[in-house]
């Protein structure tokens, strides 16, 4: 088999652009091929495979789908050599020293930012859905107090399909908003259900981190501030998980969707996707190590040795990207606001410290320098999240809630793809030939 490539003009994936395309000719036992080439606005380019096992017979293997592009998508670009994030257009950095996570949501969903009034009417649109129907509060009463709060999510999305079904685009809108709008209600509710507190209701005087904070810490008859350097930090969190394009949860998203399931069942699908401790579930377990480390005296050496060798079946958790393969933009961020959530915040956490000397031992370590393991976006984000008073077993959920509005771009974006096809992917069988049964 040999692949040629050969100048072509073509129009590019961008309807606006055109650019100077490449065509792939494909020689397979002695037959040529055409493979046409997709390319994206910043350049991307993939052979398009889509004929390809009509035409010669083969399938593309590719396990874990790390070479594979599944869709279109104009949400978020990542260049994972580079360590650039940007979501429609816009650098990382930017949006988190400048937005609000219901701006960003707006800019991922819809693909601008809110742009004046604009602004106040989405938070207003989004804060009068906050509310619970009433008969929801009955379900939490029937989970066991210490279950996790990931499958009380999952359990809670799914179920809201029962109470706002899907009979028109007007109603999918409307439960894209509703969704995005109850489930900081959901999560709170889930912890005072865990600490045995009265829930506590929504206020649509506050903005939706400050609400989400007032529902989660304020306990009756109390009066509870938001204070704003917790608030601050949650938005930059929230902001930072909003998107990663196609990713395990986001893409389990599409495949789900692409079957037509409604919206909340293709967002629980995504909550249990995310709460693998390879994926979200990260942030939880990179807590866990590292009070490992401190409860064993401290020694960071011995978790590099322990995740260097393949046998103890331990990894550095928060370590290693499948894109990013120099830095993960999020994480750089999220260092330098763990220290000044914690000098703004006068908390003084040893789980910090032990963090960056486990981060320095790996990166000079030939190791993990070999195989460009960095910190991820999980690596910091756990210990401003103990800071801000989150309990550990909320990390992932808190993951869940800036990755929402994500999701639902991506559901939104394949729902109204006029190419999108039912999400079926091929295999090599590799099980026993014909047998008969005897
Ligand atoms: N500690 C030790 N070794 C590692 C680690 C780690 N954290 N991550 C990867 N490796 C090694 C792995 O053993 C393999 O070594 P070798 O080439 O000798 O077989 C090599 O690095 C490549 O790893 P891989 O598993 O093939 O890489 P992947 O792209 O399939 O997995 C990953 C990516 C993030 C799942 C993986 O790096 C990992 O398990 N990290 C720890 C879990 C974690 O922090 N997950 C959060 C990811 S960021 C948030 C998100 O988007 O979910």
Same mark, same amino acid.
């Given at each position: 088999m040999e692949l040629v490539t050969g100048s072509r003009e073509r129009p590019s994936a961008s309807p606006d652009r055109k650019a100077d395309m490449q065509n792939a000719k494909l020689i397979l036992d002695g037959k040529e091929y055409e493979l046409p080439i997709v390319v994206g606005t910043e350049n991307e380019k993939a052979f398009d495979c889509q004929k390809l096992r009509d035409t010669t017979g083969y399938v593309t293997m590719d396990p874990g789908y #790390?070479?594979? #592009?599944?869709c279109q998508s104009s949400i978020t670009f990542i260049d994972g050599e580079k360590g650039i994030l940007r979501y429609r257009g816009y650098p990382i950095d930017d949006l988190a020293e400048r937005a609000s996570f219901l701006e960003v949501a707006h800019l991922l969903m819809y693909g601008e930012l809110p742009a004046g009034g604009q602004r106040l009417e989405w938070q207003n649109y989004v804060t009068r859905h906050t509310?619970? *129907?009433?008969?929801?509060k009955k379900f939490f009463e029937g989970?066991? +107090? *210490?279950?996790h709060p990931m499958a009380i999510l999952a359990a809670m999305f799914s179920s809201l399909s029962t109470f706002y079904p899907e009979n028109n685009e007007t109603d999918l809108e409307q439960n894209m908003v509703r969704l995005l709008a109850k489930a900081p209600t959901i999560a709170a509710f889930s912890y005072k259900k865990s600490v045995g507190q009265p829930f506590i209701y929504p206020r649509n005087d506050l903005d939706y981190c400050s609400n989400f904070l007032h529902m989660m810490f304020a306990v009756p008859a109390q009066t509870y501030t938001v204070s704003p350097a917790v608030h601050d930090a949650l938005n930059l969190l929230l902001i930072l998980h909003a998107d990663h394009e196609q990713n395990c949860s986001t893409s389990t998203v599409r495949m789900v969707g692409s079957? +037509? !399931?409604?919206l909340f069942a293709s967002m629980a699908a995504g909550v249990s996707a995310l709460w693998g401790p390879l994926h979200g579930g990260a942030n939880q377990e990179v807590i866990e190590m590292l009070e490992g480390i401190r409860d064993a005296g401290g020694n960071v050496a011995n978790a590099v040795a322990a995740a260097k060798?393949? !046998?103890? #079946?331990?990894r550095l958790m928060g370590f290693g990207h499948r894109v990013y393969k120099n830095f993960d933009p999020r994480a750089k961020i999220l260092k330098k606001a763990a220290d000044r959530v914690l000098v703004e915040l006068g908390v003084r956490d040893p789980l910090l410290d032990i963090a960056k000397a486990l981060e320095e031992a790996a990166l000079n370590d030939p190791y993990f320098v070999e195989r460009k393991l960095y910190p991820n976006v999980d690596f910091y984000s756990g210990i401003i999240y103990r800071a801000i008073g989150i309990?550990?077993?909320m990390f992932t959920v808190m993951f869940a809630l800036g990755r929402l509005p994500g999701w639902i771009a991506h559901w939104r974006e394949q729902r109204h793809d006029p190419k999108a096809r039912i999400n079926r992917p091929r295999q090599i069988y590799t099980g026993p030939t014909l047998r008969r049964f005897v």
């Open positions: #790390g070479n594979t #592009g599944a509310l619970l *129907h009433e008969d929801m989970f066991p +107090r *210490h279950a079957s +037509r !399931a409604n060798d393949k !046998a103890s #079946g331990f309990p550990t077993d």
